[in-house]
């Protein structure tokens, strides 16, 4: 059975860091580009950063870049997103996902596929 599953999230302040984990069963997670995105309430998913599976190449929308470093680690079958100086407005549901088209943008949700369940940040004062 294909199944992400992301952990780390959770409440901290504005400027405090965390490292959000996705994990995959049931397949090599190497052979997929994957893509974290992030969807708060009453708002569309975004996708924020993803990393390919060819060369690791790392991609980061502008509101993250500087802040958050996609990576992945092949031995654990395991993608993280590193988020450092958090703000309020990066509170959100974190998702990640396999990318299984190559039609349109990166960060365009359509492009992907297999999403796990997500995990709550909440950046709060």
């Known amino acids: 059975q294909v199944q992400l599953v992301e952990s780390g999230g959770g409440l901290v302040q504005p400027g405090d860091s965390l490292k959000l984990s996705c994990a995959a069963s049931?397949?090599?997670?190497?052979?997929?580009?994957i893509g974290w995105f992030r969807q708060a309430p009453g708002k569309e998913r975004e996708g924020v950063s993803c990393?390919?599976?060819?060369?690791?190449?790392?991609y980061y929308k502008d509101s993250v870049k500087g802040r958050f470093t996609i990576s992945r680690d092949n031995a654990r079958n395991t993608v993280y997103l590193q988020m450092n100086n958090l703000k309020p407005e990066d509170t959100a549901l974190y998702l990640c996902?396999?990318?299984?088209?190559?039609?349109?943008?990166?960060?365009?949700?359509?492009?992907?596929?297999?999403w796990g369940q997500g995990t709550q940040v909440t950046v709060s004062s």
């Open positions: 049931g397949f090599v997670l190497d052979y997929y580009a």
């Open positions: 990393i390919s599976s060819s060369d690791g190449s790392t």
């Open positions: 996902a396999c990318r299984t088209s190559y039609q349109g943008s990166r960060y365009s949700p359509t492009e992907y596929g297999d």
